[in-house]
């Protein structure tokens, strides 16, 4: 079957540090202009078709969305900061190419303690297809270390999310700061989330991840300046063996890789780093950058 291009569909998920789950919040009305500067930026260049921000509350969306001025863009506002569990998450998207059918959140109960796997949006594309958002925002590695078997627990969580939901297609897109690594056992293991396109097009439960690629320095050495190269999405300045991670990433079903109605477009998928964003990200509250991938959006050919 023939299929031609109608839509690229710009997915990106970024980690804004303006308001993380925690009792007190002490961003500035100058962060939060600064970040809907850079979302501003970002839609200028690159239009937003379903953007997941993570560390927000309402009030942070609020001046995002009157600083876009797009009535296109619809706002999902997920946050929560009234109970114990403060949700965090929130999704943009093109309502000129998306609509949305359903919410839902996916929470795990371990050991007595209530965590959050992801929050669900199912959108049906202008096209007729669906495609199913899982956006997350998992504990950080200061209160949960990599080896504890919660953070294992949480991937087999989103996995279980992930089979009770799926559509008949079984076209999905998972996003977030997962706080671990692409190889991280959580993802790589128990998410079952691979490098290897191959194998991903061999099962169908088996999601591919991208990110994996982004895992290095993004400029070769003799090419580098010093300053101009970054190694991840986020950067720590105490970590022990090294001070960058790739906890924000955003993975595809194995549907996106067959001959159908979506396809995942691989070469748009990048590290947003801005030039202004780099120079803050070593000395101020923002240590993630934004990621970005696409979605091809495709119709029979006549």
């Not at 953007?51 to 600083?67: P, R, T, Y």
């Not at 096209?127 to 899982?134: P, Q, R, S, T």
């Not at 087999?156 to 692409?182: K, V």
Request: proline share 4%.
């Amino acid at each position: 079957m023939f299929w031609t291009q109608v839509s690229l569909l710009p997915v990106m998920w970024w980690n804004t540090g303006l308001s993380p789950p925690i009792p007190k919040l002490d961003s500035t009305d100058a962060d939060r202009e600064f970040v809907a500067e850079e979302i501003k930026t970002m839609h200028s260049q690159t239009p937003i078709g379903i953007f997941g921000l993570g560390e927000v509350c309402s009030n942070d969306l609020s001046l995002i969305m009157a600083k876009l001025d797009d009535k296109s863009i619809e706002l999902v506002d997920s946050t929560d900061r009234t109970k114990r569990l403060k949700h965090d998450t929130a999704l943009l998207y093109d309502t000129s190419r998306l609509t949305l059918e359903s919410q839902r959140t996916h929470i795990t109960n371990i050991d007595g303690k209530r965590l959050k796997v992801a929050k669900r949006a199912r959108f049906k594309t202008f096209l007729g297809g669906k495609i199913d958002v899982f956006y997350s925002h998992w504990p950080s590695r200061l209160t949960m270390e990599e080896s504890n078997p919660k953070r294992a627990q949480l991937g087999i969580a989103l996995r279980g999310a992930i089979d009770s939901t799926m559509t008949a297609d079984g076209y999905y897109i998972l996003m977030g700061d997962y706080n671990d690594d692409p190889s991280s056992p959580s993802l790589a293991y128990y998410l079952r989330a691979t490098r290897d396109r191959t194998l991903a097009t061999k099962r169908d439960r088996t999601p591919y991840n991208p990110f994996w690629r982004k895992l290095g320095e993004s400029i070769h050495h003799e090419d580098s300046t010093g300053d101009n190269s970054v190694c991840g999405t986020c950067f720590y300045s105490g970590g022990d063996y090294s001070q960058w991670h790739t906890f924000d990433q955003v993975i595809f079903s194995s549907a996106f890789l067959g001959n159908g109605q979506m396809t995942l477009e691989e070469r748009y998928t990048d590290v947003m780093a801005s030039d202004e964003l780099k120079l803050r990200i070593k000395r101020e509250r923002f240590d993630h950058f934004p990621v970005l991938s696409c979605i091809s959006l495709r119709s029979k050919k006549t």
